[in-house]
């Protein structure tokens, strides 16, 4: 099955359920068993169990998105938010006494926990430099335990060599885990190139409607049954309605993220014409040095991007942003609506600088019309040149 007919019928069962096209929405706590002998013999057993283990509703997105990460992934586990599916996976591994190495571009939260509550813990997280490839040999020590990846990475959209830091991890038995919520599982398929683990921020392009929390972790083989029972013995587990708008989101995902592909690569093409813009980063663009490991291993682009313009002038910024008509201005992205927010990366670096002059942008091109959407950002630059 190719990718677009995953995402219609993956998770669904309608003639377990009287011929309805969706999974029932199961609230429940309490499951039954109808005797003692059930309860007793059975209970440990079954994969419906209790309302925290899961119920059909569940499964229905743990199934659909295990077939849409693909390659040789083992299941999913669904955890309340893209954070808490971070900090599951990599507590599932780690002890005290660990190092682990984490891409120095990776989502803000992610270094946050890494040196708070994993250094409380005694574990000791060092930042790389996002384009290491095959160098990453050089800094594993006899207690590294894990690799994190993000590609591309947060608000600088930089690549990883996924395949070469994977390959060295695997002639070591270090687990990979990488945060996949940039291409919704849907332009790149990480346990195919090797990565052990694939996280998600389901709330971006999976919910994609910005009104539900919700994030994913699909496992190889190797590492399921690890991971999900960590998962299981922190009590993370998910609302039903939060995972049914999940899987109705799920569902025209293959409509959406071609429209994010077309829209954002125009807009960043658009942005690079810009006197006012000094660097665009979106590793679809042919002069984005990341490009090259972009077209070997993604199958498209989403709406996420950034960009530099020249003035680091803050009120300049300002006058671009405050009147846009289309864009929003707020946190996450993933979903139908454009945003543009300020961003900056350079607090959230410590192996690699970020000094690019004037003053950082990240855009997300949601599925409004491309024209309407430049039309608002050139009225936007307009005031930015008349503004300071
Ligand atoms: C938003 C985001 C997350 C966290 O997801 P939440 O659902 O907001 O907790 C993780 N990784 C990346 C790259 C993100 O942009």
Known sequence: MKDDTIITHSGRHPFENHGVVNPPVYHASTILFPTMDEYVNRGDTARIRYGRRGTPTTFALEDALTELEGGPAKGT???????????????????????????????????????????????????????????????????????????????????????????VAKSKSIVTMIDNTWSGGYYFKPLSHGIDISVQAGTKYIVAHSDVMLGSITCNEATFDQVYASAQSFGACSGPDDIYLALRGLRTMGVRMPRHHESGLKIARWLQERPEVIRVMHPGLPQDPSHELWKRDFTGASGLFGFVVESDNPLKAAAMMDGLKFFGMGSSWGGFESLLIPASPEKNRTATDWNPGGFTMRIHVGLEDADDLIADLDAGFERYNQAG
């Not at 780690?94 to 890494?114: E, W």
């Not at 813990?121 to 384009?131: S, T, V």
């Not at 490839?133 to 335990?145: F, H, M, S, V």
């Open 77 to 167: 586990a669904i955890v309340p938010s893209g954070l808490a599916a971070i900090t599951m996976s990599l507590m599932a591994f780690v002890q005290t006494g660990d190092h682990i190495l984490i891409t120095d571009n990776t989502y803000g939260p992610t270094r946050s926990f890494s040196t708070g509550k994993l250094s409380q813990l005694g574990i000791e997280a060092e930042f790389y430099d996002p384009a290491i490839g095959a160098g990453i040999e050089k800094l594993i020590r006899p207690n590294t335990r894990l690799i994190w990846l993000e590609s591309p990475g947060s608000q600088t959209f930089e690549m990883q060599d996924v395949r070469a830091i994977a390959e």
